[in-house]
């Protein structure tokens, strides 16, 4: 005699792909398969959760859990990344494999591909074909693979003050004491005596502080950071340098795009280059950060 | 090639055939006389045009589902075959219009929902012609001829039930409007001829975009290189 | 729910930044009042005209309004393209959208509301004795509009000539609504008031339809 009336809740992997909202619902005992199977909206799923005596969950839900408390060590997999804009093809089988932890700089010319690769990751653009991965270091944690991204523009809102911005993205992530975790942050990128002054009248500076601040709200495992020196001043520079090594120290597994040799490429444990789309170059495989950094390796 | 030219065949014979019948074969209509004729026309453009667009629908989702071009391509091409028939439907209403009422335009309830859903489908065309990136012109286009369509039965809907207090002047007649039997047949016969003429005209302009688009493909990398 | 207090926080954000500026507001109940004005110069209505088309005017002149108000929607997030933010911070792209057309189905009601008593002077229409209903069907109508505006909106903001494009889109699709809305409208304010409960029950499902289809395709309209 089964013991137990379980519900099992699992996804339809089909229609997964198709449309992550409807999941398949079971009714059934622990040890047959489900008899009656319905679809659903997965809104209505979390509802039935409630109330479920039993839980047995059979694939992962649709949609990321909570943020969790402290980085732990992701990595990322790209594996035959393609992306094409109409004929042109911005990624052309891109497979890395970076290491949780590791500080990669991404170089090469304009146009090379930086861009859409750091995108793809940040899951703002959807690659052609090919898969993302977020591997975990330890294999049970469901680790938050939502990465931190900063790009050329702020992407916060030039009408809300700093503080208001944090607390939004704050809040939108679930991190727990949204306002507290906005302080902290302000303070941490030098901006707290700014932090009621709309982000309309900062000073290139402090919007790539604030942008940096927004990125690392939800603390992320993974930060991805597109072109961070550009048009910042030496002083700029440094405090950059000095931001990213704290945040690489602390656990995060950091991806940026870079010109040329500076502070910031000096915190590097490992270069890839990347030309029309493709890896032609890579530290693990021998060729010289240098020749990377100054798009002499091929 | 060859199925290319032997539909294009059976459609043109069709046509033929079903203008002949709606000349020559069909009984001459009590009331209306000659002009009536046109009813064979008007009624088989408005069924194959409905059906062309349900055509780009499906088109529309299977490329948001898929993402394969040539689903794209269908679209495009079902809903350019859809508005050129929609396009006889309102012209030959008031065709039909004029010399049994003199007037040219009535607020006949098919008629105008027939001329709302003109107006969309343009827009969709219109959309197209405003992206110039493929892939999301595809998308986005088809996320909006995903409205549109579901917009078409709330258009009939809407102005069926509330735009016909002012007795206006039906045009064709109701659905029910007793049909002489040859009629029938007659009208069956259009209503065939025009889809089969639609399928051949959509297998075309698919041949077309597809040929456009590697063509663009070939444009763009010369460009870059 | 993580979708409720997603929508919720940027819904609060949306208000948030509209009535600092009340850009938005102003322009929008600004040319509603000229719209109503120019018909009257265009049309010159005597008392019993004005009540039968009085309504259908202040319709149009509501769709008009709303396909200028809902151009900034997504066009403001481009900037400095905080909707990449929004999209990886939000667990359900659909929170975006929803938050969004809540934002505008208030805007657009409020700049009614404000509009009714101008409209009833100038029309010389009792809006009193049927208010309740007159706001249901204006709440009704304008969450039509607001859903379907929702959406073209992020579509348009992709495409060139956005500024001409999105009343194109908008407008033939929001046909049903112009007509249920104008004829239940002109029969609530009629001599002899009538509510049609069958025009209210069509622009229920008309906003259903679409808020679903929104649901169902919304975050392929955010996808790049």
Redesign the interface.
Known sequence: MPDALILRVGSWAHWRV??P?FVRVGLGFPNLRPDIIFVIPS?AR?LLLLFAGTIEFLGAPP??EKTLPSPTPTGLRFENIDK?????FALRRVSLEIAPGECVVLAGRNGSGKTTLL?VA?????P?SGKLSFPAATADSTSNN??G?V?H????????SAE?NLV??A????VAQPAARAEELLREVGLYDRRASLVRTFSRGMRQRIAIA?ALV?RPSVLLFDEPATGLDPLGISWLAKSLGDVHRSGCTVVMSLHGESEISALATRAVQLDAGSVVADTNSGASLHSILTFGGA | MLKRVLLAAVAILLVIASAYASFFIAPTERTMGLIQRIFYFHVGSAWAGMDAFFVCFIANLLYV?K?APKYDWLGVSAAEVGLVLTSVVLITGPIWAHPVWGIWWTWDARLTSTFVLWLLYVSYLLLRTLIE???RRALLSSLFGIFAFLDVPLVFGAIRWWRTQHPSPVIMGGPGSGLDPTMKEVLFFSVAAMHVLAAFLIVERYILEKMKNEL??????AE?L | ???L??TA??LG?EL??EF??RELLTTTVVFILVVLILFSFAINPTAEESREFGPGLLWLAILFAASLMLQPCFLREQ????L?????????PFSIFLAKLIANTLFLLLTEILMLPLFAAFYNIAILPELHYLLLVLFLGSLGVSVVGTALSAISAQARMRELLLPLLLLPLLTPVLVVSATVSVSLLDREPVIQWKGIGFLAIFDLIFLTAL??FGEYLL??
């Open positions: 198709a449309h909202r809104e979390n949609n990321a094409r804009y109409g004929g042109l995108r940040a899951r703002i653009v959807r052609t939502r990465p991204y790009a523009t702020t992407m916060v809102y030039d009408e809300l208001e939004l993205f809040r939108l992530q679930n927004r939800h | 589902w993402r990136e493929p892939d663009d493909i070939l444009q763009r990398e870059a | 729910m993580s979708l207090s997603n926080t940027l954000k948030r930044t600092r500026s900037s400095n393209d905080t990449s933010s929004l999209r990886l911070a939000v667990s359900d649901w169902l996808e790049e």
